[in-house]
């Protein structure tokens, strides 16, 4: 597959464009707006080392919306035109992080971790059909996933302890430079002791 077919002949800056054209600049998202948290996604996967399909897939990582956030939706039907920008595999990534059941992500994690298994699954949310993952797929998941939420977890409502142990889980299954970058951020978790 040459760099046109899978969305590596892109430049950052056309897909940054890309996603201004949406008007995802003009959307709030964690104390900022939306497409500043997109590209801090990107940037924070790049510097953990991450290859460029899924720092793309980190770009467009909430594109379509997901389970937690619903205040901006690329329509489904935009998902060809999304998978010429950034290529199949990246764009597969964000889909299955748009629209899964996060509690299935965290189970089909598990799995894995277990080990043994090859195959994996995660629950489309919104009823559709059950999503096929292959071990490789469900990194790039859990990776793309992990490091949305490593960007925004300082600033998150949600708070600190927030589906963390998944997210532990979710580091050990990307591997070293991934739980390197958890327990960095984790490092900066306020005191809740004071002192």
């Given at each position: 597959?040459?760099?046109?077919?899978?969305?590596?002949?892109?430049?950052?800056?056309?897909?940054?464009?890309?996603?201004?054209?949406?008007?995802?600049?003009?959307?709030?998202?964690?104390?900022?707006?939306?497409?500043?948290?997109l590209?801090?996604?990107?940037?924070?996967?790049?510097?953990?080392?991450?290859d460029?399909?899924?720092?793309?897939?980190?770009?467009?990582?909430s594109?379509?919306?997901?389970?937690?956030?619903?205040?901006?939706?690329?329509?489904?039907?935009?998902?060809?035109?999304?998978?010429?920008?950034?290529?199949?595999?990246?764009?597969?990534?964000?889909?299955?992080?748009?629209?899964?059941?996060?509690?299935?992500?965290?189970?089909?994690?598990?799995?894995?971790?277990?080990?043994?298994?090859?195959?994996f699954?995660?629950?489309?949310?919104?009823?559709?059909?059950?999503?096929?993952?292959?071990?490789?797929?469900?990194?790039?998941?859990?990776?793309?996933?992990l490091?949305?939420?490593?960007?925004?977890?300082?600033?998150?409502e949600?708070?600190?302890?927030?589906?963390?142990?998944?997210?532990?889980?979710?580091?050990?299954?990307?591997?070293?430079?991934?739980?390197?970058?958890?327990?960095?951020?984790?490092?900066?978790?306020?005191s809740?002791?004071?002192?």
């Amino acid at each position: 597959m040459g760099e046109a077919a899978n969305g590596s002949a892109r430049s950052n800056e056309e897909l940054w464009a890309f996603l201004a054209s949406l008007g995802t600049a003009e959307v709030a998202h964690t104390g900022g707006d939306f497409l500043h948290h997109l590209r801090a996604v990107h940037r924070v996967l790049e510097e953990a080392g991450a290859d460029e399909a899924v720092c793309r897939a980190g770009l467009f990582h909430s594109i379509y919306g997901t389970e937690g956030f619903q205040d901006f939706s690329l329509p489904l039907a935009e998902r060809a035109r999304v998978r010429a920008l950034i290529g199949e595999r990246a764009e597969f990534a964000a889909y299955c992080n748009c629209v899964m059941d996060r509690a299935t992500l965290d189970a089909a994690v598990a799995a894995a971790l277990r080990g043994g298994e090859q195959r994996f699954e995660i629950r489309d949310r919104a009823g559709g059909p059950s999503i096929a993952l292959t071990r490789a797929q469900l990194a790039d998941l859990a990776e793309v996933h992990l490091f949305d939420w490593l960007e925004q977890v300082a600033r998150s409502e949600r708070g600190w302890g927030y589906r963390r142990e998944a997210y532990r889980d979710m580091a050990t299954l990307v591997g070293r430079r991934a739980v390197a970058a958890y327990e960095r951020v984790f490092a900066e978790e306020p005191s809740a002791g004071g002192g």
